[in-house]
């Protein structure tokens, strides 16, 4: 009886402690900081949207939402919810960093992703 407990808890452990030990090494072996894996994330987006509606998320940190008739955006810039309003444009290309502001056809910024703080330590 002794024997098949230890042969069960080996059964079920090795394995979590194998996946949770490759995370932590996957996790701590990575040398960008918090800022190079968001923008690496962030550079594949692509959006070409019409400003639908501009919310907040509270499950997401209160986070702001920009919404386009197809697609959605975090707005991650300081006193974006002050420069965008509804019915303005904006347009980012795939593999770019920058987020064009379009009103009445014109444009009006240009927002960096390059220019955003995000806290270390996280």
């Known amino acids: 009886m002794k024997k ?29 900081t918090n800022k190079e894996i968001f923008l690496d994330m962030i ?4 959006f070409h949207e019409k400003i639908d509606s501009i919310y907040r998320i509270k499950k997401q940190h209160n986070g702001l939402i920009i ?3 197809n697609k959605s955006i975090g707005c991650p810039f300081i006193n974006c919810e002050e420069k ?6 904006l347009s980012k290309d795939s593999g770019s960093l920058k987020l064009e502001h379009y009103r009445d056809g014109k444009l009006l910024e240009v927002l960096d992703y390059n220019d955003i703080y995000i ?3 996280w």
């Open 43 to 46: 550079i594949s987006d692509e």
């Open 4 to 32: 098949e407990w230890w042969i069960l808890l080996a059964v079920l452990l090795l394995p979590l402690l194998g996946l949770f030990s490759y995370i932590g090494y996957i996790t701590f072996s990575d040398k960008r």
């Open 84 to 89: 965008l309003s509804v019915g303005d444009s």
């Open 119 to 121: 806290r270390e330590g």
């Open 67 to 69: 919404s386009g008739n």
